[in-house]
């Protein structure tokens, strides 16, 4: 717990500390890693002898967020890479990076990242793995674009995101399905218990869902197409994120879940299949480049479809044989990619084809790429050539497809010789060629990486045992589910493996003689392999633009008269729908207690309302309204409340003079719309009118309860001292309601007169804008009616006294 | 009576009143306004805690009994969004003194936010259908004038839309009420529901419920009511925008919820089906209007629209299972959701503000290079914007978290998809800002370009100690998500249990 908060500490203060020791950080920074890695180191005896470490905070425990860690073989394995190597990083990054001025945010990240990616390998919660999952995922967004005014970086670093973005949402989906039908979202609580997820009837949208999210990190194809485009961020962060850690979080994952969801024929299929074409694909790819670091990054992939192959396999041999591999790759792998970054450094290019005979000048990156490729090619006496070995023997005794997958796994480990040869040896031997920069020795930041971790491969190779006991085993363990012994030997006597190895060997040397023929003639795969995937990325990224275009024009037009009608039409039919559904829309009326009196009037509106809209001029229009608005008042006095019916006369009185006044002053308008619009609007009006009509004559049909309002009849003058029901309520009973509408009043008040007399200039930024769609449609704002200050003011006092009026209406006319 | 329910009404409205009394002295008026925000923070505390300990509130103005005079009441859900009112009122005061024109602040913009403040509280702690439509014409009337104050061109083509449309909902709303009373002779929420509940033929409630929809559906900016809140937020001064985004919307949500929890659960298969599938259409369409767009305050804008979809999820979740323990869920998502977004997206409209005074312009084509020369900014604008996202450990993250069990829980796989996917989409939209107008560099011609217009020693405290505020507390509430998430959940227990409701306003009476 605090190993990991240690890391998001650190990164708060990185910025400032970079500012006062400037050279010096990226040593005083890398401590705490290596400070971190001899704490997790202390641990080894311990979980070596079975033992797990836990700690448990509590966090959202209502949302099964808790952050519990729990420090295992596997996690051991990985945290004490990537502290180990963070330290290398950092201190490789003071040199790389030495006077950038953006180097305090680049320790600041890097930590960030650190302590995500620990915590996600300690995570022992399922939600909180999620939330450091998705921490790096953002850390390396933010890394990838740390040059961040190139345009390819940025569109670099979004495309990372959001494929390992949207791959992290389905595992949040696969996560919480598995937490739902396992019953818990603790691993140690899944693993522990009997009753197996494999027969769940979500076991295959579960599965489907966590390999999109451990597919998408661990760039398996056809997701693959991020990786190489995120070398754009600064070497040692491709080296560290891209190479040996972050994209090892897919494969994490796999091995994490293997004793839950691993050993069914979809897991077989599903990651064996992914696996091994990502294997070829990159490897294939890789063999194209020329650029040494995407170079480097294709044949990550080609690394990472490998170990995908080989959990996919399942065997406690091929788990053996991809932790090992996991581990070798993570050593040469590192080396290469800080050796490529130092040949940028000090060369000023990274185009293999530019380099050669630096050996005389860079002894000392020589030797280190040197060991580093040979590793990478799995020459005896490295641990890669252990690794390679397992790798064969594990692939040939795959249940049921080893002799396809053989011959695949030779014939990407040829490609890795290639690769190897290209990246570790090519630079350095030859005759020396022109380079941009007159190549001189790295300085000690940028070699005591690749030569820490070239040599380290070397050490375990020659001496297994080192790491055989104490991490490997305990790793296996843990993924496997019971315990395992391995035991590493450089010499496995003459079997089937030193054959294949024997056989990928040669051939890698041989397609290395013969690389530019072969990278001519491979280069027909791209568009297959790789520019096909990152085509659909395109091109959903550009349909999605499109679709977003579409829709908002569509949508958000402008017009208000479409906006009205939208509106209209969605009340309509969702009413309408609903007392269609009822199946009955309104019980017969029953006319019987109707006066003459009340039909007149009714006749009265419904005419007085005809006019209105058949009226051919305005001022007749409005003369129509007055008649409706009068013709309502006499409703109420009808219905014995007089005070609504003087408020409801005095309001319409002044809303016809109003009206008059203001029209008076506006031209006399053409008729604008077509014979078809006024048939839709007046179809729509109609439908509008008539359900409305219909729910009020529904609300009359069936009063459920009587009115409240007899109490008011009651208590008015006894308790309220007022002989007027009216009155009381709006001043008593319902004064908070006054209170407000005083205030709509006031406010209004307000509104008038600011509107009138205040003018803010134009002030230059809400030129461009003067439409709601981006793609400005010109001729929108002309059509548009100029709302001038006229309505607005006019609509004020309006509804102010339209909001008076009802409340009395409401509860004052009681029957 | 309980003087806690009142002083989120007093407070504001003593404030606006003093305010329009201090007409002429501007000094006098900033003041107010900023002692009025904190003192209306304050009391919306204390009254968070008094309901936190002594469960939902209940207070009879004028002392009529329950049903007959107006009832203030507050829950759980009622006080947190009044808290929150009161942290945006506050935030946006501080703001507005450094950021608007003085102009505007001399003709009315104080005493208007005020007024805008108690109809927001007063529509959360009505306990009364009509009041609660008075609220809601407060509120339409202080937002209009403050929208269109100034008189911009494009204000007031804004202003227009926003207003007409939201008269069309106000008259529904009103109709609505009184169809209802027709029906139930009543008013009060607490009687209606038990009225409302006894019917022998809930159906035509139903279809009155569906006015309600869209009358609150307007007001919430739902699909596909919501073209008022793309067309005006953009316009007016950023503070303006800022307190709308944070709040107009929510109080249209939170009428939602109360309504469809406490009054119409009659036939939840359909309306709340309904809400469902109009969550599903909110959320895309609102993302979608997103991408399309270049400005910043509109990028924000769409984004509003997206997340009351998230908001009318849990309430949909939550009527389509039988089990009290996913609604609960699912109601403390869409609570947590809300508190969560109203504190993020007012941060995000003031953030917007500060970069129009760095950058010159709201057209991410015209900013850049903030990242470089203010990475303090930078900062203040990622934890939003990421949270916003929903990614972890923010606030969004729990938000979207729980949303997304609950609906994954009632088994209504096709939304939780859609709200995943939503929420990638919103990601990309964050960093589409996020790229041009801090990781680009700044275009040849930008203010940025010439010495940066910096920001005076009072500017930075007033505009970015606010941002720097809301931004702790997105932080906060990511990293102490139990405890809140336990506020939530024990608000959607008050909203699940509807008897406590009833009972806390009617008492015995039944």
């Known amino acids: 717990m605090t190993a990991v908060l240690s890391g998001f500490v650190l990164a708060l203060v990185a910025p400032g500390l970079y500012r006062r020791a400037r050279a010096g950080a990226g040593w005083l920074l890398a401590l705490l890693p290596l400070g971190l890695a001899g704490y997790f180191g202390s641990y080894t005896e311990a979980v070596a002898a079975g033992e797990t470490v836990r700690a448990s905070y509590s966090w959202a425990p209502a949302l099964g967020v808790d952050l519990s860690f729990c420090l295992d073989g596997l996690s051991l394995l990985f945290a004490l890479l990537i502290t180990g190597i963070g330290a290398l990083i950092l201190i490789y990054a003071g040199g790389y990076l030495s006077g950038h001025p953006q180097l305090g945010r680049l320790y600041a990240f890097l930590l960030l990242f650190m302590a995500s990616m620990l915590g996600l390998v300690l995570a022992d919660n399922l939600l909180a793995l999620f939330v450091f999952w998705e921490l790096t995922s953002l850390s390396s967004y933010l890394l990838i674009g740390f040059d961040h005014e190139r345009a390819e970086a940025r569109a670099a670093a979004l495309q990372a995101l959001l494929v390992t973005g949207g791959g992290g949402l389905a ?108 294997m070829l694909a990159g490897g294939l790819l890789a063999v194209t480049q020329t650029d040494l670091k995407r170079i480097l990054a294709y044949s990550t992939v080609s690394a990472l479809g490998t170990l995908v192959l080989l959990l996919g396999i399942g065997t406690s041999a091929a788990v053996t044989a991809a932790l090992v591999f996991l581990l070798a790759h993570a050593l040469y792998k590192g080396a290469l990619f800080l050796v490529a970054g130092a040949l940028d450094h000090e060369t000023g290019t990274r185009d293999v084809r530019q380099l050669g005979g630096l050996w005389r000048t860079m002894p000392v990156t020589a030797a280190a790429a040197g060991l580093a490729a040979l590793s990478l090619a799995g020459f005896a006496p490295f641990l890669s050539f252990i690794g390679k070995e397992l790798v064969f023997e594990a692939v040939w005794a795959a249940p049921g497809a080893g002799f396809i997958l053989a011959p695949a796994a030779v014939l990407a480990g040829a490609l890795f010789v290639v690769t190897a040869g290209l990246t570790g040896v090519r ?389 | 009576m309980n003087v806690l329910l009142v002083l989120p009404l007093v407070i504001p409205l003593t404030t606006a009143a003093a305010s329009l009394l201090a007409w002429r002295r501007l000094p006098l008026q900033r003041f107010l306004a900023v002692a009025g925000a904190a003192a209306l923070l304050a009391a919306s505390a204390a009254l968070l805690a008094g309901v936190w300990t002594n469960g939902i509130a209940a207070t009879q103005m004028g002392g009529w009994p329950a049903p007959f005079g107006i009832t203030l009441v507050a829950d759980l859900f009622s006080a947190v969004m009044v808290v929150l009112a009161g942290v945006v009122g506050l935030a946006v005061a501080v703001y507005s003194l450094a950021s608007l024109d003085e102009p505007r602040e001399s003709f009315g913009y104080y005493p208007l936010l005020h007024v805008l403040l108690m109809g927001v509280c007063g529509a959360f702690l009505t306990g009364d259908l009509f009041n609660l439509y008075v609220w809601f014409e407060v509120m339409l009337m202080a937002s209009f004038v403050l929208l269109a104050l100034g008189g ?69 900016a739902v699909f596909p009511l919501f073209f008022w809140l793309p067309a005006s937020y953009h316009t007016p001064p950023v503070a303006v925008s800022a307190v709308f985004a944070g709040l107009l919307t929510k109080v249209g949500v939170y009428a939602l919820i109360r309504v469809f929890t406490l009054l119409f659960v009659q036939d939840v298969g359909y309306t709340h089906t309904l809400i469902l599938v109009l969550s599903g259409l909110t959320m895309v369409t ?84 903030l990242y470089r020369g203010r990475p303090g900014l930078a900062i203040l604008f990622l934890i939003p914007a990421l949270s916003l996202a929903g990614m972890p450990p923010l606030s969004g993250f729990f938000a979207k978290l729980s949303l997304v069990q609950a609906g994954l829980g009632a088994g209504q796989y096709a939304i939780v998809a859609v709200a ?75 909203l699940v249990n509807r008897d406590a409701y009833v009972h806390a306003v009617l008492g015995g009476q039944r």
């Open chain 2, 152 to 220: 911009e061109p494009d204000q007031l083509r804004g202003a227009i839309k926003y207003v007409t449309l939201n008269l069309v909902a106000s008259a529904l709303f009103l109709a609505a009420v009184g169809i209802l009373y027709g029906l139930a002779g009543t008013l009060n929420l607490a009687d209606l529901a038990g009225k409302l509940n006894s019917l022998a033929e809930p159906s035509t409630v139903t279809a009155l419920a569906m006015l309600f929809l869209v009358a609150f559906g307007i007001k919430a």
């Open chain 1, 171 to 278: 595992l949040l989906a696969g996560l919480l399905l598995l937490g739902q039908a396992g019953g818990s979202l603790e691993l140690s609580v899944l693993l522990g218990q009997p009753h197996d997820l494999r027969g769940h009837p979500l076991y295959l949208p579960m599965l489907l869902l966590v390999l999109l999210g451990a597919f998408t990190k661990s760039a398996q194809f056809p997701f693959h197409f991020w990786l190489p485009g995120a070398m754009a961020a600064p070497t040692p962060i491709s080296a560290y994120l891209h190479s040996a850690t972050m994209v090892k979080a897919g494969v994490y994952l796999l091995a994490r879940l293997h004793p839950l969801l691993g050993g069914t024929d979809a897991w077989h299929a599903l990651v064996t299949g992914f696996g091994a074409a990502t």
């Open chain 2, 420 to 494: 995943l996917v939503v929420g990638l989409l919103t990601l990309f939209s964050m960093t589409k800002i996020w790229a041009e107008a801090f990781w680009k560099p700044a275009p040849a011609d930008s203010a940025l370009d010439s010495p940066p217009p910096d920001l005076g020693p009072r500017e930075r405290y007033t505009l970015l100690l606010p941002i720097g505020l809301l931004a702790v507390l997105t932080v906060t509430i990511g990293l102490a998500a139990g405890p809140v998430f336990t506020l939530a959940t024990r608000a959607a227990e008050q």
């Open chain 1, 427 to 815: 630079p350095f031997w030859g005759a020396p060629r022109a380079t941009p920069r007159p190549p001189h020795e790295a300085p000690l930041s940028l070699w005591l990486g690749p030569v820490l971790l070239a040599g380290s491969g070397l050490l375990f190779g020659l001496w297994p045992a080192l790491v055989a006991a104490q991490l490997v085993s305990p790793a296996v363990t843990a993924v496997v589910g019971h315990p395992q012994h391995v035991l590493l030997a450089l010499w496995h006597g003459f079997n089937l493996a030193l054959a294949l190895s024997g056989v990928s060997l040669v051939l890698g040397l041989a397609l290395y003689l013969g690389w530019n023929a072969i990278r001519r003639a491979s280069a027909c795969l791209e568009p297959l392999l790789n520019r096909g995937p990152a085509m659909w990325y395109e091109v959903a990224l550009r349909g999605l633009n499109r679709l977003a275009q579409g829709q908002t024009r569509l949508l958000q037009s402008g017009y208000l008269r479409y906006y009205l009608m939208i509106v209209l039409v969605a009340t309509a039919g969702l009413t309408g729908a609903t007392l269609v559904r009822r199946g009955r829309l309104a019980s017969p009326v029953d006319w019987s207690g109707l006066s003459f009196y009340d039909a007149g009037l009714a006749l009265l509106i419904l005419l007085a309302t005809a006019a209105a809209v058949l009226a051919r001029s305005r001022l007749a229009a409005i003369a129509a309204l007055g008649v409706v608005g009068y013709s309502v008042a006499l409703v109420f006095v009808l219905f014995g409340a007089p005070d609504v019916a003087m408020t409801q006369f005095l309001v319409e009185t002044l809303t016809v003079i109003l009206f008059v006044l203001v029209f008076y002053h506006l031209p006399e308008s053409p008729a604008v719309s077509h014979t078809l619009a006024r048939l839709r609007d007046a179809l729509l009006a109609a439908a509008v009118g008539v359900l409305m009509t219909g729910l009020v004559l529904l609300a009359g049909d069936v009063q459920y309860h009587p009115p409240i309002s007899a109490y008011f009849a009651e208590h008015s003058l006894a308790d309220a001292h007022g002989r007027n029901l009216v009155n009381v309520i709006l001043v008593d009973f319902r004064g908070l309601d006054t209170l407000g509408e005083i205030t709509v009043l006031a406010v209004a008040g307000v509104g008038v007169y600011a509107l009138l007399k205040l003018r803010v200039g134009a002030q230059g930024h809400s030129a461009a804008g003067s439409t709601e769609v981006q793609p400005a449609r010109t001729d929108a704002a002309p059509l548009e009616p100029e709302p001038g200050p006229v309505p607005a003011v006019n609509g004020a006092p309006q509804d102010g006294g339209l909001a008076l009026a009802n409340p009395a209406a409401e509860e004052g006319g009681g029957r």
């Open chain 2, 286 to 369: 609102g993302v979608l209007g997103a991408a399309a767009q270049q400005e910043f305050r509109r990028i924000l804008s769409f984004h509003i629209i997206s997340q009351i979809g998230y908001m009318i999820l849990g309430l949909g979740l939550a009527g389509l299972t039988t089990s009290t323990a996913l609604a609960t869920l699912a109601l403390a998502g869409s609570v947590f959701y809300i508190t969560h977004h109203i504190i993020v997206k007012t941060n995000l409209f003031l953030v917007s503000g500060v970069a129009r005074r760095l950058g010159g312009s709201f057209e991410l084509k015209a900013l850049g290079g």
